[in-house]
């Protein structure tokens, strides 16, 4: 009984893992030609939270927010930020060179 409460735990964590770090990551990071294969898609996002969630945690402590609403708040607005900043962009028409 105790082993099935874990293995739902540990779902739970995974899948909150995979949409925060990989999942959410990837509607907003622009993939290039050559990164088409399963683990480019699952690592780039990964890289790129991991450093926005370095940086935002550090930012935060500078300034003695750390806490966990503080966090959450911060990946909310860079979410919204980004993924804003990627539909602006999308609807320009590309520029000659």
Not at 35 to 48: A, E, N, T, Y
Not at 60 to 81: D, H, N, Q, R
Not at 88 to 95: D, F, G, H, L, Y
Request: net charge positive; with cysteine; hydrophobic share 60%.
């Amino acid at each position: 009984m105790m082993w099935e409460a874990n293995v739902l735990m540990f779902g739970k964590v995974l899948f909150s893992f995979l949409v925060l770090f990989v999942f959410l990551p990837s509607l907003i990071i622009r993939f290039q030609n050559e990164d088409d294969s399963v683990l480019d898609r699952i690592f780039i996002p990964l890289i790129h939270s991991s450093v926005f969630i370095i940086i935002a945690v550090h930012i935060l402590a500078a300034f003695l927010l750390f806490e966990p609403i503080s966090i959450i708040a911060a990946c909310v607005s860079g979410f919204l930020f980004f993924w804003r900043r990627r539909l602006v962009r999308s609807s320009q028409p590309a520029r000659a060179h």
